[in-house]
């Protein structure tokens, strides 16, 4: 009986004490004890001492009574293995580790685990940890515009001509609104914080003395910290970076502008008499989606479920935009845990195409995607236009089609490479195609729309061209140089499967009633 206990114990490593295992001997030796008579003879007898059964004498019970207490002291060794239990007493119990090794900490395992408790994952929860997740999620864990480890690289990093062309159009945007004499720059995902550099040089130049550079400010939406000291690193120079008692980030720019730091637009202290030039490069296209299926019993979403003996079963991958997200993809990037399936019966989310009429009349098997998110941050950025005083723009660039509806855009990005999107969770970048078409219809009773445009023709009207020429001019004798700028002029505008010129658009919103702007037909 006691060996079985003792066992049971062991196996849970458990400290056992020897005072509690005394306590067992003495127990036994006090129930006996009171067995004992006092009387002259030379024989004491002992009844039913819990031990053993019949008449024994003293001596007989004492032999017996060091025998139980060896053997438990023999139990008490095995118990304790390599670790003396005297010494470990009041201290944290040691439990042995499992033979079977131990599941690496990784987001493809916390991924699996919640997949196998709660069932399986919409794939905007899917994107969403593997872009945000604070322990292992690709922005909070990488820079990944790093030159040498990043996984692509973005317009503003091939040419500054690129971040000049939007601090011209900013500046006409700004001389047509009557040049307000209080402005706000916002950039919604600033990457390194190339673009704003590059375009508040262009804003300055040309502004020359009509707008202090005090009533200029500059409000970067980044929860990166480690973006946002790239961006600052970009911006400020050698101005000191503090923090506020809200937890925002604040300095100022090498040209004497306030520069804050903030988590969301929420965080964007209002104004009526402020004009809100708010830029979001590539921001869209990381937002989280939602799949969708019609079938004849209605829309089903698309959700993540973990299978790890099985392949991809994502439908062909997206063909590449550009150069930078080469689709060559191997075996093994093909070989992924999480796949995507059909759920059986109407989720909440169902309810999402069913509200739209762009989807309503599409037939069977047709499979869409649709970005919440999206739709959100395109109402909130049109909020920060004031209509009634005909005062700021939006300005967004982004890949994806001019019409119609995405159905299988969601990509990885790796190594300058599309693989799958289930791909090494966390490690990889995640993408999809805009759908411009939906932001215009979203924010149609919020402000005025123009484009999309691809972005060879935009820069060409901002004049691009024009610059690249003065920039060749700019290096005589230097052919090596001189390439170099026509290379990235051509990348930038040419319409080739290796370029961005016609994969990437430009999208404005403007307040009610203003004229076309630069870059949209407008304002010649």
């Known amino acids: 009986m006691y060996h079985s206990r003792y066992q049971s114990l062991s196996r849970y490593g458990s400290s056992i004490s020897t005072r509690f295992i005394n306590r067992l001997v003495l127990r036994s030796l006090n129930v006996s004890s009171r067995c004992l008579k006092d009387d002259d003879t030379s024989k004491k007898h002992i009844s039913e001492n819990g031990l053993y059964f019949g008449r024994f004498t003293e001596e007989e019970y004492q ?58 994952l919409s794939l905007s929860a899917y994107i969403r940890q593997c872009l945000t997740h604070p322990k292992f999620g690709y922005y909070a864990t990488r820079d990944p515009l790093d030159p040498k480890s990043g996984d692509f690289i973005t317009s503003p990093e091939i040419s500054s001509m690129f971040g000049e062309m939007i601090g011209v159009w900013m500046y006409s945007i700004w001389v047509n609104q009557g040049k307000p004499n209080k402005v706000r720059f916002i950039e919604f995902g600033p990457g390194k914080g190339t673009l704003m550099y590059d375009a508040l040089k262009s804003f300055n130049k040309l502004k020359k003395n009509d707008l202090d550079q005090e009533n200029i400010e500059i409000v970067m939406i980044e ?109 093994e990037e093909l070989q992924t845990e999480f796949h995507l399936t059909m759920s059986p019966k109407k989720t909440n989310s169902s309810v999402i195409p069913e509200l739209s009429p762009r989807f309503r009349n599409l037939p069977c098997d047709s499979r869409i995607e649709i970005c919440p998110d999206a739709e959100w941050y395109a109402l909130k950025m049109a909020e920060l236009i004031n209509s009634s005083a005909n005062l700021g723009a939006v300005l967004i660039i982004d890949y994806g ?11 990885g990005i790796y190594k300058h490479k599309i693989v799958s999107p289930f791909f090494k969770p966390g490690e990889v970048d995640l993408s999809v195609d805009v759908d411009f078409t939906n932001l215009k219809l979203i924010t149609e009773k919020a402000c005025a729309s123009y484009g999309p445009v691809p972005q060879g023709d935009w ?35 040419s319409k080739d499967e290796k370029s961005m010129g016609g994969s990437y658009k430009f999208l404005a919103f403007l307040p009610f009633g203003s004229k076309s702007p630069l870059g949209f037909g407008g304002f010649f």
């Open 63 to 120: 032999e017996a009574a060091r025998h139980v207490k060896s053997q438990i002291e023999g139990l008490e060794n095995e118990i304790k293995g390599d670790f003396n239990i005297r010494e470990n007493i009041g201290k944290v119990p040691f439990f042995p580790s499992s033979s079977k090794a131990a599941r690496k900490d990784t987001l493809s395992n916390l991924l699996a685990e919640t997949i196998k408790v709660s069932g399986p």
């Open 459 to 493: 820069l060409h009207e901002l004049g691009i061209g024009f610059r690249a020429d003065q920039l060749i001019k700019s290096k005589p004798g230097n052919f090596e140089a001189q390439e170099k700028i026509y290379n990235a002029y051509l990348r930038l505008t």
């Open 223 to 331: 929860t990166s910290p480690v973006l946002r000291k790239k961006q600052w690193e970009c911006l400020c120079g050698s101005n000191e970076y503090k923090e506020t008692e809200k937890g925002f980030n604040i300095s100022q720019t090498i040209w004497d502008n306030k520069i804050l730091w903030v988590d969301t637009e929420k965080d964007i202290s209002e104004g009526s008499d402020v004009a809100n030039y708010v830029v979001a490069h590539e921001f869209f296209d990381a937002l989280p989606i939602k799949s969708f299926q019609k079938t004849p019993e209605g829309w089903r979403e698309l959700v993540v479920e973990h299978s790890p003996s099985v392949a991809n079963t994502q439908y062909a991958l997206p063909e590449n935009h550009n150069e930078t997200h080469s689709n060559k993809r191997s075996t």
């Open 401 to 411: 089609l001019s019409e119609g509806i995405p159905d299988n855009t969601l990509r």
